[in-house]
């Protein structure tokens, strides 16, 4: 058996502790949002956070999380900037690769007091978007730092 | 079961007004859904239906992968119905013969004709359910319905100021013929069309509750994956059967033609099954293909015999009569498709029916081969299509859905068959390679007077309709120089006036599939027309624009274009310092475009960067702008990314390719600023899709050109090419 604590929920699984966390976290705990996209880390299609880090699902066993918090996409507020801004600039076009993409520029936001929305679009070389809908990321992230700062703290 | 997507019929008929379109490739009628006979070939295809609790369910037959369908159609629907956007709920519709494209002839997402097919018959659909509407109203207060006028999901009567609501007039509506020639709106009255709307599909898709192919979910689902050949026509010597199926979890091997499928109670225990399987394979047909095989035998094709496509004037005369002619020859590597949604597809066979889950673009085509495979009639067979993980035409070749309801009938259990990342580019229908070589003439007032093209590229129609290869010109290769006449894309051939124009084609002998690419072999075709064309720009003394124009003097859609392009890029005032400027335009799917890049050559590394891409398109009535505009800066990175960086790797015999690390995708930093115009245009509406991929690329070899004076005649332009090129110019 082996304990996890996603989306601020802790759940017992009778998986293996080497079993892969993006599997786990599709197939067991039927959080679909978090996408299979490449299985080795160079897409970014599946990054959850870990304790409010990205990280990227498929590189993980559920023994690399014990102790740790997961959030999923669908553990991401709908209140949250990122997933407002997105919707306000309509970023995404197929939309599979997304989730992992705004997991990604979430966790960066959070990174520091005054983020810096040009240092983030620097961060995103390691994201594969198919589509091409990187203009609209950018705009997305723009928009998304500017609602953060209007927040207050 | 987690999908959420409706059956299709069954709450179709459940009161209330329901209208659709029976479309066949010849026209189509509008029925209404309550007298509707199940005939074979008559089934509707468009469903507008009013509940009297005033819900407004509008069904689209077409893929959503993330181009926006299901909003625009919707759009249309809705429009000319008069309806309130907020009453609309929109479904994706199951295949069904009625969703067949008008223009296409079957239920399927290619061609960029979702929207120039259904343009007319989605708005009649509207405007007739909203005169049936009208005229329940008028009845029922016994007034002309001249006096009766719908507004906004009401039907009202100004004198008496009397009002229904759509959905109080639904049931008494129902009853009414359905008018085949309604009244459409005036441009002037569009509420929707031409206003941007919100793609309907975001929110989902933000929130991570969109469902696609690989997040179906079923009672007792089971997983597969597939041992395939390493080279192209590898056959299984040997594998250990008992290894695999001792593997914890799995269920059953199931030999295919295609491979050995391992079915398991989990992914990962399909995967270490497959592991255990241990195949030894024969070697393949041609067991020394590698790319440079594949290069060399594509430009030996060129002097081989070929099928004779077109021969307008005396090609071979003009050019020896010319004042100078020019040669040269164009390659284009393979390139896959990678969809960010590797292939996959959930079954389930029982004896009685056959259900299908899968990001599909050819719901006709899937339930075709799902049928034949299931040894089930077609009415037992059920395609439900989910979101696309994008598509970019892979997803109209079924061979996915086949091997899903081959496993599923052998095993007797619902089916998620999942190709891993590396099967999916390693077995990708790829888009073919192409090999050119263009000899044109140039008379002494520097006019272009003759053009003789020869092309080699793998045959499409071969793998999806063979039946349509006529004397051994495979159309869907041409695409972009020659099309058949009376095709449905009406403008896939060269856009030049050429008194004198000699085309021929060579199938090439290689044993890769190949599928259609976004905009099928137009993007290979217009890097060799429009690289030759800057060269012979060049060659005249002419200006790359000038040059163009005077050979388009009668098509004023391509001259728009042009003319936009230019004046929106400022062509003619010499680039930035350091940088290069390059023009191409391009028609296809019944819409013309043209684009200028501006980029800059590091001259130590190779390395190109390009930092603006400027596009005029004329795609005539636009339905949404903000995907109109999408669509474009689309296909624009798409087409950079195989411009710059895209060829898929061949050795042995086999793919060497696998994943993301040997097959390189454009990354954020590498796209460029991309500005779109669109003409305002009253013309014929065109697909919009595919159209912004053709011109990217030769307009990159063309500002490579301009910034270097170096001329690469092939994709992709990588750092190690284009330093080459420098240091041997």
């Known amino acids: ?153 | 079961m987690k999908v959420t997507r409706r059956e299709f019929l069954k709450s179709s008929v459940a009161g209330g007004l329901s209208v659709a379109i029976s479309a066949t490739p010849f026209g189509y009628t509008i029925v209404n859904a309550a007298e509707k006979k199940p005939a074979a070939g008559f089934d509707p295809n468009v469903w507008v239906r009013i509940t009297p609790d005033d819900r407004i369910t509008i069904t689209i037959g077409n893929s959503e992968m993330g181009q926006g369908v299901l909003t625009a159609q919707s759009m249309i629907i809705a429009d000319e119905l008069e309806a309130d956007w907020k009453q609309i709920r929109i479904e994706q519709g199951e295949a069904r013969d009625g969703f067949k494209s008008p223009i296409l002839g079957g239920q399927i997402t290619v061609g960029s004709g979702s929207l120039r097919g259904f343009y007319e018959p989605l708005r009649k659909a509207g405007a007739a359910t909203r005169a049936m509407l009208v005229k329940a109203a008028a009845d029922a207060w016994n007034v002309p319905e001249a006096e009766c006028r719908a507004v906004l999901g009401s039907v009202i009567h100004a004198k008496s100021r009397r009002r229904f609501t759509y959905g109080q007039l639904a049931t008494k509506a129902a009853k009414l013929p359905v008018p085949q020639n309604p009244v459409l709106k005036q441009e002037s009255e569009f509420r929707y069309i031409g206003k941007p709307m919100p793609r309907v599909d975001v929110p989902q898709k933000v929130a991570g509750k969109a469902v696609y192919g690989l997040d179906v979910d079923l009672e007792d689902m089971h997983y597969s994956v597939l041992a395939r050949p390493p080279a192209y026509g590898a056959k299984p010597a040997s594998f250990d059967r008992a290894a695999a199926e001792q593997v914890a979890g799995v269920v059953k091997v199931v030999p295919l033609p295609m491979g050995i499928a391992v079915c398991a109670r989990s992914f990962e225990a399909a995967l270490k099954g497959r592991e255990a399987l241990n195949v030894s394979w024969s070697k393949g047909v041609v067991p020394d293909m590698d790319n440079a095989y594949i290069e060399r035998e594509m430009l030996a094709d060129l002097d081989r015999p070929g099928a004779r496509v077109q021969d307008t004037g005396d090609a071979r005369k003009a050019l020896a009569d010319a004042s100078f002619s020019v040669e040269a020859t164009y390659f284009v590597p393979f390139v896959a498709h990678a969809t960010m949604e590797p292939m996959n597809c959930t079954a389930r066979v029982t004896a009685e029916r056959c259900d299908v889950w899968a990001p599909v673009q050819s719901q006709t085509a899937s339930l075709g081969i799902a049928s034949k495979i299931s040894g089930l009639p077609a009415d037992k067979v059920a395609i439900h299509t989910t979101f696309l993980g994008c598509g970019l035409g892979r997803r109209g070749k079924p061979d996915f859905v086949a091997e899903a309801v081959m496993i599923s009938k052998a095993v007797g259990k619902p089916v998620k068959h999942v190709w891993t990342r590396e099967e999916d580019i390693k077995y990708d229908s790829f888009r073919s390679a192409m090999s050119h070589r263009i000899q044109a003439g140039i008379d002494a007032g520097g006019q272009l007077t003759a053009w003789s093209h020869k092309a080699a590229s793998v045959s499409i129609l071969k793998g999806v309709r063979p039946e349509a290869i006529k004397n051994g010109v495979d159309a869907y290769c041409l695409w972009g120089l020659w099309d058949e006449p009376n095709s449905p894309h009406w403008n896939n051939r060269i856009q030049y006036e050429i008194p004198n124009l000699y085309i021929e084609f060579k199938m090439s002998d290689l044993p890769m599939p190949v599928a259609p690419w976004r905009s099928v072999q137009n993007a290979c075709n217009a890097f060799a027309i429009e690289s030759f064309m800057d060269e012979l720009a060049h060659a005249a003394g002419k200006d790359p624009l000038e040059f163009r124009l005077q050979s388009l003097k009668n098509n004023l859609r391509a001259r728009r274009v042009l003319e936009t392009v230019a004046e929106k890029s400022g062509w003619g005032k010499p680039p930035a310092r350091g940088e290069g400027r390059g023009i191409a335009q391009h028609a296809c799917f019944g819409s013309w475009m043209a684009q200028v890049v501006e980029l800059s050559v590091d001259r130590a590394s190779g390395k190109i960067k390009v930092h603006r891409v400027v596009a005029a398109v004329d795609c005539g009535p636009v339905v949404n702008p903000g995907p109109l505009s999408e669509q474009v800066e689309s296909a624009i990175v798409e087409a950079l990314s195989t411009a710059l960086m895209e060829e898929v790797r061949f050795a042995n015999g086999g793919v060497a390719s696998a994943n993301f690390r040997d097959y390189p995708i454009i990354r954020m930093s590498e796209v460029p600023e991309i500005e779109v115009y669109a003409v305002k245009s009253t013309e014929r509406m065109g697909g919009i899709g595919e159209l912004g991929v053709p011109p990217l690329a030769p307009a990159v070899a063309n500002a490579l050109f301009n910034a270097t004076g170096v001329r690469v005649r092939r994709i992709p332009l990588t750092p190690q090419r284009v330093l080459e090129a420098l240091k041997k110019a």
């Open chain 1, 1 to 153: 058996m082996v304990s996890l604590s996603v989306n601020g929920k802790k759940v017992r699984l009778d998986v293996p502790s080497d079993a892969s966390l993006l599997w786990v976290i599709r197939d067991h705990l039927k959080l679909k949002g978090t996408k299979y996209g490449c299985g080795i880390g160079e897409c970014g299609a599946c990054t959850v956070h870990v304790n409010g880090k990205a990280t990227r699902a498929c590189g993980m066993t559920v023994a690399d999380v014990k102790g740790k918090k997961v959030v999923t996409i669908e553990g991401l507020p709908a209140t949250h900037p990122v997933k407002q801004a997105w919707i306000k600039e309509q970023v995404v076009q197929c939309g599979y690769c997304q989730p992992g993409v705004i997991m990604q520029v979430a966790s960066l936001i959070s990174e520091t007091r005054k983020p810096d929305p040009e240092q983030i679009i620097a961060q995103m070389d390691n994201v594969i978007c198919r589509c091409g809908t990187h203009l609209r990321m950018k705009k997305g992230i723009r928009t998304a730092v500017r609602m953060t700062q209007r927040r207050p703290a």
